[in-house]
């Protein structure tokens, strides 16, 4: 999808003249980025080198703190030079006179045979990619040492000092030379890094100590983005010297993370080697994830693999779906189980990387939008704050070590845009990094931002990266984008043609068509017409430009923004900003039949040729038979609409076509398409137990909604069978029947007796009075039962039978360590723990089946099951009354609120089902790629009713 990019930069944008900035002042920020660039390396090496960082405001060495807890430092001075190996890919395009002296430096004078623990990530993208960027130029040089005189353009004008090895004018230096010691030395440091990763899991340990491996009682702990941005380095490694075994535990490693990914395809951000999430569950696009989600595309791109690409276009639909706000400006971390944002909510400043990661996906829209905010963050403090509070609009964390991410998405979207916009952000960065960091010999940390006070330190990334950027962004150089990309730490890495792996002929048939759809900047799509002034205009035009400067500087009562104390007025006030469309959803076709309910058919997780088929010629999908199809759909980077990118594990890709021919539905136009959560229960609800005064309990046989205290919030996770949870026709008002669903008032809770010692499991019908259950009462009630003794399906035909609505089933208790996992209870690779979805196998020919729909049942884990018996075991004389509700838990904004008598907004209404020119609507939104063939379903539009 990447090939075609350059084609659709070609398109020239018509900008006015005021916003446009002249070619020369271009060039004028471009000589001064290459300044900087220059300044700080001198200085680093007349001050600092060999040690791996320069302090750059007492000028001088920073070596690695006797404190090895210290981590900060010595996670990445590995005794190695490391600013030196840095910048290397950097010096040919910003100081090439430079560049000889330094590889022969680095050839020379390098060892990683240092007893350092250092982290795995940090060597693999500072030193490794370094080193295989430089072997990669050092390979493409001309033999004869003249011509590789010219090619480095070690003729051209450039600053002239000392530090020029021998001399500028020598013309007879074969650079060539160090090639081989170079790929040696980025072959023993990933020797080095091997002992890293765990045999079993396949994840790596964090740290390694660079002589001894892993050593003994190392931490467990590491996070996504370093198991799994080791791919491209690794992978290239390899591919030169032929030892696969870097690629092979990299692509392990980064499966390793993905197979354990949330029902939702979102990721926690701290693992142990042992496989388990530790702090369990946040996600995000920040610290400690970044760089997992950037290498899936990237490794797409350099390798030319599909697996990649898939798992990154899994795991994109899930940040736009639930990280992201509906507003589609901020990106914060979830909860990867209630799927809450965090509380208080960040953005850090890593995660600035983003906008770069979505132009090169091709959601350009998304990329502007995000990277506006992170634009108002630096405007603010002139620097980029590593964490600010959005809600409460304050910096959390006020430091600034000159990071790269902010610069970086700048550059792709200047490149992806042309907008003359992002040359003034870079100017702007340009002048603030030239005023409040650079010092005598370098460039210093900005400790505060709001104060610019400074600290001693500068990180190798502020060259090899920050001013790097910068420096592209003024040449207007492009970026990689075939078989070749820009590492996280910026090192310029390609896999030759010759050592791509040849893609199978399946899989270049699948393919077809894939270039079709361009990742394509259209012109003015991103500022469009002004609505006040009715001229083109740019970014700086946009409607909603001024919506995200209002994020970070606020506004007060009146719409007046907020400015360091002062006020200023702007014009037209804020305009807020709709709703993005809901980023990725699944659906299920079924004919439209009055007579029956509309349950959601099960699921078919391998639906054969049959019901599915794909046309070898076309690589169309041809669906023949909808029963059980779960269609996967999601947003179209051109903003048209939507796309089927999946029916259950078939991958529809770009430019194939979903056909619909199932005759069966020939009787039933129009087609019906609903949103599984429209119909059927969402996977996981959230549990609210209350307790209530036996006195105070209980009014018209309900409890009181507000009368109840709260004991505590669960997770509970809905049957796949039995009562749909959100059925919105069921009554809700004051005296109609009570029913269990989202939003409904308090149930009574039942929690019976315990049997020899063990909990009641469900399996056969008590007496209510044994339960506790006043048989003259018509309270409805929720029985809570335990798992184990018999299937789900009988235990929801025993509630049934005794006059429950729901049941409450609770999970079997953990397998203490050292003890038999019981044989029914082992899954692959332990015994099963945590929430499962009580699925029932239907035989209806058994003489005891019966279909209940009447009663629902929910699963949750032992602890909570635990707990809730513990109290009420504590109340001595009368039993205390136990309430449980359940809640939503929103997907969109991510509260959790009750969804009284209306549809969660994130649902597709009714309204939405439209067969609009053939093309099936979801809202305003045709989904492209989806056909119904007119053979096989005669359908016409003009009989087409407006409600469906
Ligand atoms: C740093 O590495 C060099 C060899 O590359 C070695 O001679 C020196 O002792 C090392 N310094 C420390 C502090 O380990
Ligand atoms: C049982 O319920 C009935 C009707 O709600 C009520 O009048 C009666 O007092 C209850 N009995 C007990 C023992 O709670």
Sequence with gaps: MLRIYSACLLILLYLPNIWCMSDGKRETLKAEAASLFKHGYEGYMKYAYPADELRP??????????????????????????????????????????????VKLVAETVSFDQDVKVQVFEMTI?????????????????????????????????????????????????????KGRILELAYDLGKRLLPAFEPITGIPYARVNLRKGVLKGESIETCTAGAGSLLLEFALLSRLTGDSRFENLAHQA??????????QNLLGNTIGTHGHWLAPGMSGVGAGMDSYFEYGVKAGVMLDDDTYYDIFYDSYAAIQTYVRTTDGFIYRPVQTRLLQPASPSTIDSLSAFLPAMQVLAGDVESAIKSHLVFWNLWRKYDAMPESFLWQERKVEWTGYPGRPEFIESTYYLYQATKDPFYLRVGEKILHDLKTRTKTKCGFATLKNVMTGEQEDRMESFMLSESLKYLYLLFADIPFPNSNTVFTTEGHPLKMPASLLKAPSST???????????????????????????????????????????????????????????????YDGGICRTSSEPKFAFEIVLSPLDASKSTAVPPEDPSPGPSKVDQDSMTGDYHITDIEGLRLGVRWRFDGKGYDVVNIGPHRIRQGQNVIIRDP?????????????????????????????????????????????????????????????????????????PATWGIGHKPLRLIIPPEIEGRPYQGCSAMSLEWLGINKTSTDPFVLMVSRGGCTFLEKLM???????????????APIKEGEPIPPEREVEGGFEEGLIRPSAEFDESHPRFRNVKKVGMIYTEWVIGEVLRKMVEGDDDKRKVLGIEILNIDAQDGSVHPTMGNRPTSQINEKSRTLEGGLLMVGEWPIMNLKVTDNALRFKQSNLPEHV
């Design 507 to 569: 899989r270049r048939a699948i393919r077809k068509g894939e270039s079709s759809t361009c990742p394509l900047y259209r012109p003015f799509a991103a500022g469009g017409i002004s609505t006040r002034t009715g001229i083109i205009v740019g970014i700086e035009g946009r409607e909603d430009y001024d919506y995200a400067r209002s994020l970070v500087y606020g506004l007060d009562s009146s719409g007046v923004e907020v400015e360091d104390g002062s006020r200023i007025w």
């Design 798 to 812: 025993v509630a049934e039978d005794i006059g429950a609505i729901g049941i409450l089933v609770i999970g079997q």
């Design 254 to 263: 980064y499966l390793a993370i993905w197979n354990r990914r949330s029902p």
């Design 664 to 736: 069966a539905m020939r009787d039933h136009l129009p087609i019906q398409a609903t949103s599984p959560v429209d119909s059927a229960s969402p996977p996981e609800l959230l549990l609210r137990f209350l307790s209530y005064s036996s006195s105070a309990a209980s009014q018209n046989g309900q409890l009181l909604a507000d009368g109840g205290q709260i004991l505590l919030h669960a997770v509970g996770a809905t049957a796949t069978f039995g009562t749909d949870f959100v059925s919105f026709t069921s009554s809700k008002t004051e005296t109609g």
């Design 57 to 102: 405001l007492t000028c001088g060495p920073l070596y690695r703190d006797p404190d090895p807890n210290n981590v900060g430092i010595n996670d990445i001075h590995a005794n190695v030079s490391m600013t030196l190996l840095d910048v290397l890919s950097s010096l040919p395009v910003i100081h090439p006179s430079a560049f000889p002296k330094a």
């Design 126 to 178: 500072r030193a490794l990619g370094a080193l295989l960027s430089t072997f990669q130029l050092l390979d493409d040089l001309p033999d004869d040492p003249a011509e590789q005189y010219i090619k480095l353009h070690l003729d051209e004008n450039d600053h002239d000092d000392s530090w020029i090895w021998p001399s500028r004018k020598d013309t007879t230096i074969d650079l060539k030379q160090y």
